[in-house]
C-alpha cells in the first residue's frame, strides 16, 4: 500500500469541499514556533514505515507553549530516526468536540464501500459503523447515519446531520473519483457547530 | 444489461432425463426416480444408465441420452464425478435444454480442474447447469423434484407462494423440511450447491421474475459476481421481499490492515452493507428467515409503525408490548372515537387503553368488535393479537374472526398464540388460512418490523 503525502492528500480533500486542520510540514524547532503564532498546535511524525502514529507516541498534542513545542520537536525526532525518511507535520490543535471516522475499503466483490462511524480512540472499542456501497446518496447517507447508535451524538440537530450527510456525499466523491483502495479521515473532529478533519490517509494499491 | 440463466426448462420440463437412474434400492438414482414417479410427474422420463438397455422401475431405459432420439427439457445427473464432463458433452449433443448435476466430488473436495471442465462443457453448449454438488430443485406445480431424498425422509409438501433458494444443500433439506412441517406454502426449491455455472445471480433473477414466487427466502455462503447481483438485487427487491441470510459471519476482516476502515469493513460487513442498501430482508438466525418469510408471504406493505396491541391475557399483552417496543416500532394511541366505541361495546371490566385487554372470557363476538375499531382507527398502522386459546372464552370461532381479519383488512396482523394441543390445532387452522402466528412475543414483533422495513424501502424513490 502506498501513502498519499500528508499535504498532497490534504489539497486533494480540501479540493472535494471537506474541511481539513491548518497544517504544514515544519523543518526545525523554529519552525514549529513560527507555525504556531502563539496558538496550541500538534507535532506529528509522518513516515511510510509507522502507518499507526498514536500508538507508537509518533504525536505530541497540545503544545500550547513555545517551550512544549521545542521539547516535543526534539523528543520526535529523536523517536523518527528509526523511521527515516521521515517528516514532521505541525497541525493546528483542535479542541473538545466529538471524534468520528469517515473512512472507505475495497471489497474484493462489491468494489468501494464508504464507512462512518464514532471514531477516534473509540473506533474499534465500540465499533459504531455503517457501511454502504459507494456512489454514497443522500439517502443512502442519511440511513447509515440513523444507523449508528452514536447517531444522536455525532448529529444532535437537524442542521449537524444535514452537514454531515453532506459530508458522506463528498467523501464517496473523493475516494471513488482519485484511484484510491482505502481512505481513512480520522478522527474528524465535530465542534462548534462545524468540523475538522485532523488526520487523513489516503492509501492506494 | 447482463444476460442470465434461462431456469424454465429446468423448472418446468415436459420431459425427464434421469442419469444414472437404477433399480438398485439405495442408490441415489433409484430414490431420484422414485421421486419422479412418486410426485405424479406427468411428462416422459427417460431412466438413462451405461449399463442397462432393458427397464428401470418398469421405464423403458436407455444407455445414453443419445440413444433417446427424442426432445428431452431437463437431464439429472448422478453420476461419479469423474463421468460427469463426458455425459455433460452428451447432454449438449442431445440438445438437452437445462441440466441439474447432483454429483459430488468437484471443487468442495479439491478437484478444481474436474469442475472447470464441466463448466467448460456447459458453456460450449450453452447449457444451464444447476450444481454440482447441489440437491436441486423441487417445483410442485410442475411436479419435478431431483432431490436424492426419499420422501419419507421429509414432510409432505404444500404449493405456496414462497420459493427457497439455497447454496447448500443442508440448509436447504433441513430448512425445507421445517417448512413443510409447520405448513408453509412452497412454490420452487432451488440447491444449487458449487454454483459452477447458475449462480445465485441467475437463481435470484429467476425468482424475481418468477409470478409464482411471492417471497424469496435465500441462504448464500458468498457471492461470485459481486456487480451482477447487486444489479439483480435492485430489481428483484423491488418487486417482491427477498429474505436473505448469509453463512460465515464470523469471519474476520483482513487481519493486518492499513486503515482502520479496512479493518472494521469485512467481509461479512460488506454484505450487510449490500444487504442494507438494496432492500434484502436479512436475518441472522435460520429461525428468522421463515419467521419473516411468513408475515411476507401473506401480510399487506405497512410503512406506519404504530402497533395496536389486543390480547385476551393480561400478561402477554405486557410482554408483547415489550417486544413490540424492543423491536423498534411504537405504541399506537387510540383516536377519541375509538375510545368512545369502545368503552360502549366493552364490558366494564375492560380498561380502555393500550394494550387493550378484551379479558379471559372475551369470546369471538368481543374480539371481532374491538378488531373493526382498531381496523377502522386511523392511528393505527399495524396490529398485534395475543389470541390464548387457555382461556374461557377463546375457541375456533375466535380463530375464524382472526382469519377474517388478517386476510381481509389492509393494516397487516400478527397473531401471537401460545400453548399445546388446542392451540396448535388452532394456530394450522389459522395459518393454512393466510394469518401469521408466532409462539413468541418477540418472534412477532420482529417479523413485523422486518415487514415496516422493507414495506419503507419499497417506498422509496
Known sequence: MRLMDYVQAQKLVNSYGI?????RYVTSEDDAVAFASDDAIVLKVISDKQLHKASHGLIALNLDSEDKIRASYRALEKKAQQLLPY??????????????????????????ILLVGLGGIYVETFRDFALRLCPVGKKDAQSMLHQLRSCKMLAPDGKSEEMIVSLLEKASKLFTENGMDELDLNPIILHDGTYDAVDLRLLSK | MTEYANLDPIMHPK???????????????????QNYLDVG???KIFPINVSNSGTILGLKAYKSVLDVKQSIDLAVIAIPAEFVPSVLEECGKAHVKGVVVVSAGFAEVGNVDLEKELERVARK??????????????????????????????????IGNISFASQSGAVGSAVLDVMMHEGFGLARFISYGNASVVDEVDVLNYLACDKETKVIVFYIEGVKRGKEFIEVARKATKIKPVVIIKGGRSET?????????????????????????????????????LNYAKILSNQPLCTGSRVAILTNGGGLGVIATDAVSDSGLTLAQLSKESEETLRKQMPPIVNICMPLDIAGDADDKRFGDALAVLEDDPNVDALVVVALFQTPGADSRV????????????????VISMGGNFTELHKEMMESSGVPVYASPNDAANALAALINYSRYRQME
Open chain 1, 19 to 23: 474541511r481539513s486542520v491548518g497544517s
Open chain 2, 399 to 414: 380463530a375464524s374472526k382472526l382469519i377474517h381479519y388478517a386476510t381481509t383488512s389492509k393494516k397487516p396482523m400478527v
Open chain 1, 87 to 112: 517528516k514532521i507535520l505541525a497541525q493546528k490543535m483542535v479542541r473538545g468536540g466529538i471524534e468520528m471516522i469517515i473512512g472507505g475499503n475495497t471489497d474484493p466483490q462489491f468494489g468501494k
Open chain 2, 41 to 43: 410427474f406427468s411428462g
Open chain 2, 15 to 33: 420431459s425427464v432425463a434421469i442419469i444414472g437412474a437404477t433399480d438398485k434400492p439405495d442408490k441415489i438414482g433409484r430414490v431420484i426416480m
Open chain 2, 125 to 158: 453448449y450453452s447449457l444451464p447447469v444447476i450444481g454440482p454438488n447441489c440437491l436441486g430443485v423441487m417445483d410442485l406445480r410442475s411436479r419435478i423434484n431431483t432431490l436424492f431424498l426419499p420422501t419419507y425422509k421429509l414432510d409432505k409438501p404444500k
Open chain 2, 253 to 289: 476482516g483482513m487481519k493486518a490492515a492499513h486503515s482502520h476502515t479496512a479493518a472494521l469493513a469485512g467481509n461479512y460487513e460488506a454484505y450487510d452493507a449490500v444487504f442494507r442498501q438494496f432492500g434484502f430482508t436479512a436475518a441472522k438466525d435460520l429461525k428468522d428467515i
